[in-house]
C-alpha cells in the first residue's frame, strides 16, 4: 500500500543551525502540507503546497521556514536558524486533491538542543 | 476563524465500560476526521465524516457527525486496554483542505 515517508526519523541539531526535514508523497498526489506537533500538545497545521507554489501557510510559519518540491518525488521543509522552540514533531502529508483526505507519514521528530 | 474543541481532554476509563468524546468546531466544514495516535508515533485514520448525519462504526468504536449543531462524538463501547491512545478530530478548512485539529483526549483504560 502506498505511503508517506520521511526522513530522518529522528533529527538532533544545534541552535541555530539549519535543518532538512524530506517526505516522499504518496505518488499521484498534488497536494503537500507540513504540520508539527510540539511534545503533548495538538497537531499544528504549518503549510500546503500545490503546483509548486505555496496555497496556504499559518502564522507558525515565518521566514524562518520554507518549502520546496526539489524533483518530482521529495518534499521538503527547511528551517533556516532552529530555535529550542522549533523543537517537535513534524508531520508531512499528501493528498490527490483539495477535496480527499490527507495521508500522514511517520513524523520526524527534531530535537533543537 | 475555524476552531475545534474537543472534551474531555484526559479520560481513563475501565474495561467494559462506555464512553463518548465529543468534538465541537466553528464554522461549517466539508469533513471531519477522527484519529488515532500512539505515543511517539504518527496519525492513524480512524473515521472520515462527510454528510450530516454520518455515522460509521469500527469495531468498538462508533462515530457520528451532525452538522448543524457542528458536532462530531466517538463513542467507544465495552473498552479494551488495546483502545489506550489519544484520539484526535479534525476539521477540514479553507479552499487548501488544511486540518484543524482538536485539542486530543488522551483515552487510558485501566484493566
Known amino acids: 500500500e502506498p505511503e508517506v515517508t520521511q526522513t530522518p526519523s529522528h533529527q538532533v541539531t544545534q541552535m541555530g543551525q539549519e535543518v532538512i526535514l524530506r517526505c516522499v508523497p504518496i505518488?499521484?498526489?498534488?497536494?503537500f502540507y507540513w504540520y508539527r506537533q510540539i511534545l503533548g500538545q495538538k497537531v499544528e497545521f504549518l503549510v500546503s503546497f500545490y503546483n509548486n507554489e505555496i496555497s496556504e501557510k499559518s502564522e507558525i510559519f515565518d521566514d524562518q521556514f520554507s518549502v520546496e518540491r526539489p524533483d518530482g518525488s521529495n518534499f521538503t521543509l527547511k528551517i533556516r536558524s532552529t530555535k529550542l522552540e522549533d523543537s517537535a514533531m513534524y508531520f508531512c502529508?499528501?493528498?490527490?486533491?483539495?477535496?480527499?483526505?490527507?495521508?500522514f507519514g511517520q513524523g520526524t521528530r527534531l530535537t533543537v538542543v | 476563524e475555524l476552531k475545534v474543541e474537543q472534551n474531555p481532554l484526559f479520560l481513563s476509563m475501565q474495561e467494559g465500560k462506555n464512553y463518548t468524546i465529543y468534538c465541537n468546531y466553528s464554522?461549517?466544514?466539508?469533513?471531519l476526521y477522527w484519529y488515532r495516535q500512539d505515543p511517539g508515533k504518527s496519525l492513524e485514520s480512524l473515521f472520515v465524516?462527510?454528510?450530516?448525519?454520518a455515522v460509521k462504526q469500527e469495531g468498538r468504536l462508533m462515530a457520528s457527525l451532525d452538522t448543524k449543531a457542528r458536532l462530531s462524538t466517538l463513542h467507544i463501547t465495552a473498552a479494551v486496554h488495546d483502545l489506550s491512545a489519544t484520539y484526535f478530530c479534525?476539521?477540514?478548512?479553507?479552499?487548501?483542505?488544511?486540518?484543524?485539529f482538536g485539542t486530543g483526549t488522551l483515552l487510558a483504560v485501566q484493566p
Open positions: 479534525a476539521v477540514s478548512g479553507g479552499a487548501t483542505n488544511k486540518l484543524i
Open positions: 465524516l462527510l454528510s450530516n448525519g
Open positions: 502529508a499528501s493528498s490527490v486533491t483539495g477535496n480527499t483526505e490527507a495521508f
Open positions: 505518488s499521484n498526489h498534488l497536494y
Open positions: 464554522t461549517t466544514s466539508d469533513r
